[in-house]
């Protein structure tokens, strides 16, 4: 297994493009999550899915879209990158049981984006 | 909303010595999991421990041990011989039993181990 992969490990963007982060996971989980690591704020969750064709937001959703045609894929996109977006932005998957699940969240190596 | 609260921006302690990183949370849920987390330079975030709240005994994960006050709603991770390679961040997080899958962190201890 590969676990949990995240393309690109780097990337610097100017204000105003646009890219997609990739997530993509095999362990068959349900639950996919992106969260954004800034300094002195720990993780903070933008959007998260539990399954194909759902998704939800999370505590700082603007600025970031996403979708989940499949259960391995979840990419993030930025429409119109801004400063306030630098971060280093993680991917987390795992199984749902029910409504909750005892479970543990993997983590991808996560994506460091500079916006200037 | 959950919280949680790392207080101890920095840590350090000798090689070998026993240290201890605190965290404490607010909730009104009883059921609920925490976590220590581990981000060492490398960036990877790896799972040191998990704590159930419905169980009242300690999680330990060999030289890793949770002191979990429920009542008190405190949350200690002990690092018992501590070595070069545990040189990190280490972060608390709370997971609700109801709903998501949601992860609320705290926002970091970096500990240095001192050869």
């Known amino acids: 297994n590969a676990g949990v992969t995240q393309t690109p490990k780097f990337q610097v963007l100017k204000t105003g493009q646009s890219m997609t982060l990739q997530c993509a996971q095999d362990?068959?989980?349900?639950?996919m999550s992106w969260y954004r690591q800034d300094p002195g704020m720990g993780l903070r969750l933008i959007h998260y899915s539990v399954g194909a064709g759902i998704t939800d937001q999370g505590e700082v959703p603007n600025g970031y879209n996403v979708s989940r045609s499949t259960t391995e894929d979840f990419p993030l996109r930025l429409l119109s990158a801004a400063p306030s977006q630098t971060s280093v932005y993680f991917c987390?998957?795992?199984?749902?049981?029910?409504?909750?699940?005892?479970?543990?969240?993997?983590f991808g190596p996560g994506t460091r984006l500079t916006v200037l | 909303a959950q919280t949680v609260t790392q207080s101890q921006p920095e840590m350090s302690v000798q090689e070998a010595e026993t240290v201890t990183l605190s965290c404490t949370y607010d909730t009104s849920e009883s059921d609920y999991y925490l976590f220590w987390y581990k981000q060492p330079p490398s960036r990877q975030m790896i799972l040191v421990i998990r704590q159930e709240a419905y169980k009242q005994q300690n999680a330990t994960e060999n030289r890793f041990s949770v002191n979990f006050q429920k009542a008190a709603k405190s949350f200690s991770l002990k690092i018992s011989d501590s070595q070069l390679g545990d040189a990190a961040m280490y972060f608390c997080a709370y997971r609700s039993n109801f709903g998501n899958e949601k992860l609320t962190f705290g926002t970091g201890t970096r500990l240095t181990i001192i050869p």
């Open positions: 362990m068959n989980h349900e639950y």
């Open positions: 987390a998957s795992s199984y749902i049981f029910g409504r909750a699940s005892t479970d543990t969240q993997y």
